[in-house]
Nanobody
Framework: QVQLVESGGGLVQAGGSLRLSCVAS????????MGWYRQAPGKERELVAT???????TYADSVKGRFSIYRDNDKNAVDLQMNSLSPEDTAVYFC????????????WGRGTQVTVSS
């Protein structure tokens, strides 16, 4: 089992920045993809960004150029630096982990709220 614990959410004004952090514990896959998803009220959960054990990243088009994902394999941690935030970024952000090759995440964190005021 893997436990994922997020931190760093909060309230920020439009144009501001936040950094989310997630730490994994338990039986960690040797090779995995860690990432961040988000879910806004009334909407489906969507992918924000992912990063592999080797450092390869992917981003949703809506956050490219504004968000950056970082990973520390020694600490089993993944961060999401979010800049130039807009009200459309308001959502609950979830940390995830999936085994390399798995189609969907195997594990989820409980989520952290990000609210961007206009």
């Amino acid at each position: 089992q893997v436990q994922l614990v997020e931190s760093g959410g909060g309230l920020v004004q439009a144009g501001g920045s936040l950094r989310l952090s997630c730490v994994a514990s338990g039986t960690i896959f040797e090779f995995s993809v860690m990432g961040w998803y988000r879910q806004a009220p009334g909407k489906e959960r969507e992918l924000v960004a992912t990063i592999t054990t080797g450092g390869r990243t992917t981003y949703a088009d809506s956050v490219k150029g504004r968000f950056s994902i970082y990973r520390d394999n020694d600490k089993n941690a993944v961060d999401l630096q979010m800049n130039s935030l807009s009200p459309e970024d308001t959502a609950v952000y979830f940390c995830s982990m999936r085994a390399l090759g798995a189609p969907v995440p195997n594990y989820w964190g409980r989520g952290t709220q990000v609210t961007v005021s206009s």
